[in-house]
């Protein structure tokens, strides 16, 4: 069975990426011993919660990134809210277009949760 999952983040609301980064402990939590990628892609106002400003939330992300969860970053949404890439935090990854990245796992078989 396939337990690859990708989690889709398009608000800049801090309660809303604390529910997906909960959703992805517990994901995690939930399939002890199983083989699984877990891909969070964020596009929109949502790249705005990924930067160095919101020490908080990158505490909450550290040890998820640290289990190998895929943080993607939509290059159009960092470009329309005027972030550089070096205010991310590290470890997440810049990819072209979000919705195409979303559209891209889910034809590898990443079931899709929008919260």
């Not at 608000?11 to 997906?20: K, Q, T, W």
């Not at 943080?71 to 972030?83: F, P, Y």
Request: glycine share 6%; with cysteine.
């Amino acid at each position: 069975m396939n337990y690859d999952l990708c989690l889709h983040i398009d608000s800049n609301e801090p309660a809303m990426l604390r529910m997906v980064l909960k959703n992805a402990s517990n994901y995690i939590k939930g399939l002890p011993g199983e083989s699984f990628q877990l891909a969070v892609v964020a596009n929109g106002p949502a790249v705005t919660l990924f930067t160095d400003e919101h020490a908080d939330l990158r505490e909450l992300a550290a040890p998820l990134l640290d289990q190998g969860v895929r943080v993607m970053l939509c290059a159009n949404a960092l470009a329309d809210n005027s972030i550089e890439h070096s205010r991310l935090w590290q470890g997440c990854t810049v990819v072209p277009a979000g919705l195409v990245e979303v559209v891209r796992l889910q034809r590898e078989g990443f079931a899709y949760i929008k919260p």
